[in-house]
């Protein structure tokens, strides 16, 4: 008997880097676009396969493209506190065609193993157990980084405001806690965020592949030696999603297109003090192109390069700017899920 179960691409929409601080917000939506695994139960132990490359774990140290979801489906186990014998396939993955856009694989993939362990075991997992136990496996495994809102949108779908209460201090404390304490930590408050119904949004392929980890440690490296330079910062990229939020729910595109070039003006103010390369100048010019053309754009996640997120309302603003990104850029739509 096979089953088969999907998560959700994240799109970052606001506060980045910022979210990192206990308790600030970000938004984050779950799009249209989505990872799939097909479950079969049976069989001596776990086993997991990237399909499309046919790469495949069944215990010890597991290839890179499935260590998130192995260290997930482990904890999983722990939590079920049964033989995990069942073999999970992740079909595809979150590229759009060659290109890897940052949209959150590792996420849902580790939203995905600990689903299917749970669900196979029949072991009392809710979606909170779920999300908990996910985030706990994909923190760990980024090395004690992270905020944990790509998890919660690849599990929940649509635009949600993520505030993360991360209480662990190493991957090796969380991961020699008894899985049940992990499940019912709670690490997320999350909350929907209503949007209005001509939202549109695109993503522009803006370059090479970021390593999300090095930008991160390099920020919080900033945030340590210069704490005031940080907590200003911080504040700004705060402030932008609050404003993005409250124009989302109000229906206010001026305020909602002002917040999204707000936010990437902050984050491009922080890479500047840090000495980090968040804008690049290929994100900066896809937002130059969304602002000429009647909408609004950033960087979406960490920057460094993947994706500038392109916010308009309108179908016939979301032409006008796809015609003009695509002359430079490779152009996607998307659509909170």
């Known amino acids: 008997m096979s089953e088969r179960l999907e998560a959700f691409a994240k799109v970052f929409l606001a506060g980045e880097y910022a979210v ?3 308790g600030r917000p970000a938004l984050v939506a779950g799009i249209d676009r989505k990872l799939h695994a097909t479950v079969e139960r049976g069989g ?27 260290r997930a489906a482990q904890l999983a186990a722990r939590f079920s506190k049964e033989s995990a014998d069942l073999r999970i396939a992740f079909e595809d993955d979150l590229a759009l065609g060659s290109l890897k856009l940052g949209l959150g694989g590792s996420a849902a993939a580790a939203v995905l193993a600990v689903r299917a362990v749970c669900e196979a075991s029949g072991a009392a997992a809710g979606d909170e157990e779920i999300r908990s136990l996910a985030l706990a496996a994909h923190w760990a495994e980024q090395g004690g980084s992270g905020s944990g809102a790509d998890v919660a949108a690849a599990a929940l779908g649509g635009v949600l405001e993520v505030r993360s209460r991360i209480p662990w201090r190493s991957a090796e404390e969380v991961m020699s806690m008894p899985a049940e304490q992990i499940a019912s930590s709670r690490p997320l408050e999350v909350r929907r965020v209503r949007t209005p119904a001509d939202l549109r949004l695109l993503l522009a392929y803006a370059g090479a592949p970021a390593d999300t980890r090095v930008l991160v440690r390099e920020v919080r490296r900033f945030s340590s030696a210069r704490p005031a330079q940080w907590a200003a910062r911080a504040e700004e990229i705060a402030a932008a999603e609050e404003q993005l939020r409250e124009g989302l729910e109000s229906s206010d595109s001026e305020s909602t297109l002002e917040a999204v070039r707000r936010g990437g003006a ?58 003009a990104l695509h002359a430079h850029f490779p152009v996607f739509r998307v659509a909170p899920a």
């Not at 790469?55 to 890179?64: D, Y």
């Not at 984050?267 to 968040?278: F, K, P, R």
């Open 20 to 22: 990192l601080d206990p």
């Open 44 to 70: 001596t132990g776990l086993r997991i396969v990237h399909v499309p490359s046919g790469v495949a774990w069944e215990g010890g140290p597991p290839p890179p493209g499935l260590r998130f979801a192995a």
């Open 266 to 323: 902050a984050m491009a103010a922080l890479g500047d003090e840090a000495g980090v390369g968040i804008v690049t100048p290929e994100l900066a010019r896809a937002c130059a192109i969304a602002s000429a053309s009647g909408a609004a754009g950033k960087p979406s996640g960490a920057g460094g390069g993947d994706c500038a997120v392109i916010v308009a309302f309108g179908d016939a603003v979301l032409g006008r700017v796809e015609a």
